[in-house]
């Protein structure tokens, strides 16, 4: 018998603190949800503690969780009350999830049904997408052990932007322990905030990555200097909530797509969705946050994304079902999104004037989304550029950014005004093709500089020179790494081409740096953007390195690798 299309399941979740079981019914979208969250007497998550919370919770939410299923269940009492049973199969802490994997195994079996294993980033996503309606989104997944940004391409959700060292939650709940506060410090921090006033901490964004070790420290340090609770807290929010909605806005950009999702648990707070939201009108984008019950880790979305997968056919033999604490979303093979989901998708306008028929998955864009549509004016991430034909030259404008506290707005675009500058002159004087400049007025964030290539790099990946101009990348970032300094934002819209030349553009997020892990994660951005934008990628990311070794040091290379094999976002 071929999966229902409109499924009853029963979600099981369980990756670090929150004993979670759901059932799902597709036919009328409701979704009941029983949550037993775990609550450390002291400091974090203790993984034992937590793993001992689970064995004692999960059985009394999934028996009240199947209560519910079989109440609501208007069958023959011979018939399991759900057709399929889905779990959180990673990312998470390895004993909560074994945890899961055997009572997700033992009711499979027990009631006769189908099981789903679910990555539990994913199923943020998907929340997301499937509360708001939307096509493709973008995501940005801000939980306690995660954060990054992902897009849908070719089949998988791809990473974007991903933390270069600790999930957000984690971050904010290290400040918090330091100031001997008990877990969770989110709400703690927040609370606290709404009294306090901005004062300087790092701000650490390369491309769509972000890094929050600096502004803990520094954190840290302002506590144990007498600065007030209150004002660190408050600035906490204004810096690390700012990076997040700066990568995010990048992503959109990237990508072209005008819609954002927001998942996890960090986005309960109400002051990163106010940026996100602002941020997104302030571009011509659609924001969602999904109701605070699906934002918190919880069951309701194991069980929503569990019912797609399974009228997908999308389900796994017992033997197969070995849980994986690092269980990236990019390994997830996407199968729910190949035809129509609901009857309306038949047709469906394309966004081009066509329509869109039954399977036919919409990728994003890859063009500026609504806020840009003058052929003379282009939208960045960052900036408005004016484009002059007649001259041949182009005023790029640093606007400020209404979602950012304005000490904070006034000084960023300032900086990379200067450093854009300074630094598109170096590396002219490197060899590397980049615009010549004719003004700068870094007050009011202004370049003039020459209009260079005939299109971004971005539009033509699928171009018989493809290869050649990502090549060409490579020998340009080797040569900027050889005289000490770092583009910063290297993706495939920052990188302008015409027939015979490769052009680097939009230094803003550049910087003077020694170290070969600045180097690799250099190299890191321009193969996200890579991934994220082309078709077929692979060959475009060793044309990438094939350029860098030409000129470069094979260390950078090296350490790239190791750069890849952290898998930082699980």
């Known amino acids: 018998?071929?999966?229902?299309?409109?499924?009853?399941?029963?979600?099981?979740?369980?990756?670090?603190?929150?004993?979670?079981?759901?059932?799902?019914?597709?036919?009328?979208?409701?979704?009941?949800?029983?949550?037993?969250?775990?609550?450390?007497?002291?400091?974090?998550?203790?993984?034992?503690?937590?793993?001992?919370?689970?064995?004692?919770?999960?059985?009394?939410?999934?028996?009240?969780?199947?209560?519910?299923?079989?109440?609501?269940?208007?069958?023959?009492?011979?018939?399991?009350?759900?057709?399929?049973?889905?779990?959180s199969r990673g990312p998470g802490l390895g004993p909560c999830l074994r945890t899961v994997g055997t009572a997700a195994r033992a009711l499979s079996q027990s009631l006769g049904v189908p099981l789903v294993g679910v990555n539990h980033m994913v199923a943020h996503l998907e929340i997301g997408r499937h509360t708001a309606d939307f096509d493709s989104p973008v995501c940005l997944n801000a939980s306690g052990a995660n954060a990054h940004l992902l897009a849908y391409r070719n089949g998988r959700y791809r990473v974007l932007g991903e933390t270069m060292d600790t999930g957000v939650g984690n971050a904010i709940d290290k400040f918090t322990r330091h100031v001997g506060w008990s877990h969770p410090g989110g709400p703690k921090v927040e609370a606290a905030a709404e009294d306090g006033e901005f004062i300087d901490l790092p701000y650490v964004v390369k491309g769509m990555d972000f890094s929050f070790s600096g502004i803990m420290s520094a954190a840290k340090q302002r506590y144990d200097d007498d600065v007030a609770v209150a004002d660190i807290c408050y600035s906490l929010q204004e810096t690390i909530f700012a990076m997040l909605t700066e990568v995010a806005e990048r992503a959109l950009s990237l990508t072209g797509s005008d819609e954002l999702v927001l998942g996890g648990g960090v986005g309960q707070n109400a002051r990163l969705r106010e940026m996100l939201e602002t941020m997104c009108d302030q571009r011509g984008a659609d924001f969602h946050a999904p109701d605070p019950r699906f934002l918190r880790d919880n069951a309701g979305m194991i069980a929503v994304l569990g019912a797609k997968m399974y009228a997908a056919g999308d389900t796994l033999a017992v033997e197969d079902s070995r849980v994986d604490p690092n269980f990236r979303p990019d390994q997830v093979p996407v199968t729910w999104r190949g035809g129509a989901e609901r009857s309306e998708d038949l047709e469906t306008p394309s966004g081009d004037g066509r329509t869109r028929e039954q399977g036919e998955e919409p990728e994003l864009a890859l063009a500026p989304g609504r806020g840009a549509s003058r052929d003379d004016q282009v939208r960045g991430a960052e900036a408005l550029v004016d484009l002059d034909p007649a001259t041949g030259r182009v005023r790029k404008r640093r606007k400020p950014k209404t979602y950012r506290h304005p000490t904070l707005d006034d000084r960023l675009r300032r900086e990379r005004t200067t450093l854009e500058a300074r630094l598109t002159n170096l590396a002219r004087r490197e060899g590397v093709p980049t615009p010549v400049l004719s003004d700068v007025d870094p007050l009011e964030a202004r370049l003039e500089l020459e209009f260079v290539g005939a299109a971004d790099l971005r539009d033509e990946l699928d171009s018989d020179r493809r290869v050649a101009y990502v090549r060409d990348v490579g020998r340009h970032l080797a040569r900027l790494h050889e005289a000490g300094f770092v583009h910063g934002d290297p993706t495939t819209r920052n990188v302008r081409v015409n027939a015979d030349r490769t052009y680097l553009i939009d230094f803003g997020l550049g910087y003077h740096t020694d170290h070969v892990e600045d180097y690799a994660m250099d190299l890191h951005v321009f193969d996200q953007s890579l991934v994220g934008t082309a078709d077929d990628p692979e060959p475009l990311r060793d044309a990438v390195r094939e350029g860098y070794r030409d000129v470069g040091d094979e260390r950078v290379l090296e350490r790239l690798r190791d750069v890849e094999g952290r898998g930082r976002y699980t």
């Open 1 to 87: 018998m071929s999966p229902s299309s409109a499924p009853r399941v029963l979600g099981i979740e369980g990756t670090a603190w929150a004993a979670s079981a759901a059932v799902f019914d597709a036919e009328t979208d409701d979704v009941f949800i029983e949550t037993d969250a775990y609550e450390p007497e002291s400091g974090g998550i203790h993984p034992r503690e937590s793993a001992e919370h689970m064995h004692d919770a999960i059985p009394a939410v999934v028996e009240r969780a199947l209560d519910h299923a079989r109440e609501t269940f208007d069958g023959p009492d011979s018939e399991p009350p759900v057709d399929a049973v889905a779990f």
